[in-house]
């Protein structure tokens, strides 16, 4: 194994954890906004039921 081939190797697994970040951040990025969109449809039924 010669130089290139660790330096490939290196730059490869890099670009593996920098996609693996990017997936966790968008996971991360609908589930809070799925939790606001919860949330705000609960305090509107909530003012809903105040105003009724």
Do not use: P, S, T
């Not at 890099?14 to 693996?20: H, N, V």
């Not at 968008?26 to 039924?45: M, T």
């Amino acid at each position: 194994m010669n130089v290139d081939d660790i330096v490939q190797r290196r730059i490869a697994e890099a670009r593996r954890k920098i996609e693996q970040r990017k997936r966790q951040r968008e996971e991360l990025a609908e589930r809070r906004r799925y939790g606001l969109e919860a949330r705000h449809a609960v305090k509107l039924r909530r003012w809903a039921k105040e105003d009724a």
